[in-house]
């Protein structure tokens, strides 16, 4: 598949295959839901928790006499039937963590890779160098891109700074080193825009 490279001014430079290996895969929708809930599932951090009966201070007098009240008997005013009581099968801290086989993240990643190089939603960017770190500078580059106000996952080799700090600011926009991007990345961007460093990282690692 040849895709046309621009660089940072929407111009057309030059054009470049795109290895089957990598953007060729058919999409594998069961697996890559499998990705995305253990992924969303480990990103969980687990620290919900609330207090039992034998945890939650004070009650410790009977609040009256065991008969002759009229009333129902009560051993503590911390019973999880009383108000500010202990709670009842309560969240504690706990993990949410769950593994997933190498080979089927792999299988996710070139899935969705694959799905947006079908779908025409990889732009190949000559490079990503900025001359500062400034929002308007990367906001710029986005117009120029005709990719203003969409979710954009930029793949670049990440040596430099300069494009993360540029875009923090800018909603939907996410800037990742091609090696470390992953499947949920790919998935949740509308756009790919991969520099011709960040393709050849994607060839060094899926190739």
Sequence with gaps: MSV????????????????????????RESVV????????????????STKIRDEVSGGG???????????????????????????VFGPKPRSYYSAMPKKQKRLAMLSVLGDKAKSDR????????????????FTALLDKLELGGKRVLFM???????????????????VRRARLANAYDVL???????????????????G
Excluded: C
């Excluded at 839901?33 to 919900?48: F, I, P, S």
């Excluded at 990889?122 to 500078?137: F, M, Q, V, Y």
């Excluded at 509308?190 to 960040?198: D, Q």
């Design 188 to 206: 949740n961007a509308e756009y790919l825009v991969i520099t011709m460093a960040g393709l050849k990282e994607l060839e060094e690692v899926y």
């Design 4 to 27: 046309s490279v621009l660089n940072k001014d929407g111009s057309l430079v030059s054009s470049v295959d795109l290895p089957d290996k990598i953007f060729g895969v058919e999409p």
């Design 61 to 87: 007098v009977k609040p009256w006499r065991q008969k002759g009240t009229g009333r129902a008997r009560a051993g503590s005013i911390r019973s999880p039937l009383w108000p500010g009581g202990g709670i």
């Design 33 to 48: 839901h499998k990705y995305v809930v253990t992924y969303l599932a480990n990103q969980r951090q687990g620290n919900a």
């Design 156 to 174: 670049d080799e990440g040596k430099t700074d300069k494009p993360y700090l540029a875009s923090r600011n800018i909603p939907g926009v996410v």
């Design 122 to 137: 990889i732009r190949i960017l000559e490079n990503l160098d900025l001359p500062d770190h400034k929002t308007k500078n």
